[in-house]
């Protein structure tokens, strides 16, 4: 996207008081585009773009955008504006939404304009300088656990639940059972460790979920919160992006990806009871979505490759570990 491109949005978001200067595309954003609008008295602002050319993963089958599948791709403004929708109205910051366009009119694919948070991630901030991402953890940890305390009447993402509607699966941890067979099918396919230990990590999977127990609470999740995807604003409070994946579920699904994202700095967020066992069960889980994910999005043209392969990399040794050679105490 060019500044011509996006000159249109942006006089409906400032109208003709303010002028679009310059665009810049910002890093990140596999499933979408994301742009910062530069305008001529320095404020600024960030547009998300959702079209299939700013799409880096590989096209699957039909029916794989499903809403009803709580793990299907979450991209789009409708993923988007529930998303929005709920952490607002629990007091949750993300950036404030300042226009959304499925008109076509402006930008022939749909749109979202929202502010633009200056300063760092948490990321960057916890290397750079924990003592001062300090405040920002505590808030997070607070955030987290409102929304944990935030049940839904059935699990799923949160566009399709305030609908009315039903997620396919029995539980949450069918959904995920199923899901990590297919990330070790489609592991194996592109790795030969993994192919080689198919069938033993198969029944090391098999084995933690038939632990499980069945529960019918499920609270909110943003399905992909590393530090990453949250933002520090100027007053020291975590801002929450990419949340279209949103949705209620387990709450041990998240902490199993806050534990593997926040390493070292995630005791802060733990916050509370969580069952042992599912956490062990989707953190083995999550390594194997983590290993045929970004396999799968090597097959196309996705710019940061060495990232993807190390993370690719780094999950299938951790995936392996889990093996009963050398499977140790992991409750």
Known sequence: MT???????????FGNGRHLRG????????????YRLDLDDDSTAVVYIWDASENYWPATGAGADRVEDPFSPASGLDLFEAAHRNLHQLGIRTPQLLLADR???????????VEDVPGDNLESLLRRDPVRAAPAMARLAEALGVMRGH???????????DGGGSSDGASCEQVVLDRAFDDLTEAAARDPRIAASHDRLRRVVG?????????????????????????VDRAGQPVLIDIEGLMFFD???EH????LRFGEHYAGLSGGDLDGHRMTFYTLAMHLSLVAGPLRLLDGDFPARDVMRGIAEHNLREALAFLPAAQGDRT
């Open 151 to 161: 049940a839904g009447p059935r699990f799923g993402k949160v566009a399709l639940v």
């Open 23 to 34: 665009v810049s595309r910002l890093r990140g954003g596999s499933k979408k585009g994301v």
């Open 207 to 231: 084995d933690l979920a038939a632990r499980v127990a069945t529960r019918s609470r499920y609270g909110l999740v943003h399905g992909e919160l590393g530090p990453d995807h949250v933002l």
């Open 256 to 259: 199993a990806f806050l534990r």
């Open 3 to 13: 500044r011509d491109d996006l000159d249109a949005v942006a006089r409906a978001v």
């Open 103 to 113: 008109s076509g009119s402006l930008c022939p694919a749909d749109l979202a304009v």
């Open 251 to 253: 709450v041990e699904w």
